[in-house]
């Protein structure tokens, strides 16, 4: 079944603004991890956030992770053309042994 | 390192026949993944192996498909008989321990 439900399913911004991008899920987790993927490539990962973290960082990204609401967010800041692609959230759910489910995605289009 | 690697990158065949898709896992990596991806459905977990054997097969379709691992650098993801509903681009990924995965390319697989 589904764990990770992203949203919108779909943005559309200007280069220079920032981006959010929402994902819901349904079990307690280990991890929560994006990842990007650009049309008619392959997942690459962007940033991993464990259970017991509320906020990560990595350059122009920065994730949060709110347990209580089952819920994380990715913040794309100062945006760029190059940025366009789907992301997608991925849950390894707790007591499981690492299979990583991912949700639908949000397709992001930076416009310059 | 080269990465995940999956062969073929692209396949056409006709409905009926077996189908055998590639994967060449990321050294030292001890998890291995198999998804699909269509625009209906989105990412799905079809099945994935811990250190060769496999721990949950719950998302393959049905008994027409089948994956193998016989050691830690290959494994196998076999269609027989494939069907027009098949088609979808097949990844495979791998990680280590509960960490990030790293993706494939993918095949494209197009059943006529």
């Known amino acids: 079944s589904q764990q990770g439900e992203e949203d919108p399913q779909a943005l559309s911004i200007q280069e220079g603004e920032n981006a959010t991008m929402n994902c819901s899920y349904k079990t307690s987790i280990n991890n929560l991890q994006w990842y990007r993927q650009n049309s008619g490539r392959g997942l690459v990962h962007l940033i991993l956030i464990r259970s017991n973290e509320r906020e990560k960082h990595s350059g122009r990204l920065r994730v949060t992770l709110d347990t209580s609401k089952k819920s994380s967010s990715l913040l794309i800041t100062a945006s760029r053309a190059a940025d366009t692609a789907s992301y997608f959230c991925?849950?390894?759910?707790?007591?499981?042994?690492?299979?990583?489910?991912f949700g639908k995605g949000t397709k992001l289009s930076v416009k310059p | 390192d080269a990465g995940v690697i999956q062969s073929p990158r692209h396949e056409v065949t006709e409905m009926g026949q077996e189908v055998t898709l590639r994967c060449k896992p990321i050294s030292g990596h001890d998890y291995l993944f198999w998804y699909r991806q269509t625009m209906m459905r989105g990412l799905e977990l079809l099945i994935y192996?811990?250190?060769?054997?496999?721990?949950?097969d719950s998302g393959m379709p049905e008994d027409r498909f089948s994956a193998k691992m016989p050691n830690a650098s290959f494994s196998t993801l076999k269609i027989q008989p494939s069907e027009p509903r098949d088609s979808a681009v097949y990844f495979c990924?791998?990680?280590?321990?509960?960490?990030?995965?790293?993706f494939g390319p993918g095949t494209r697989l197009t059943v006529t």
């Open positions: 991925a849950t390894a759910a707790r007591g499981s042994q690492g299979n990583l489910i």
């Open positions: 990924a791998s990680s280590f321990s509960r960490g990030s995965a790293a």
């Open positions: 192996f811990n250190n060769n054997v496999p721990i949950d």
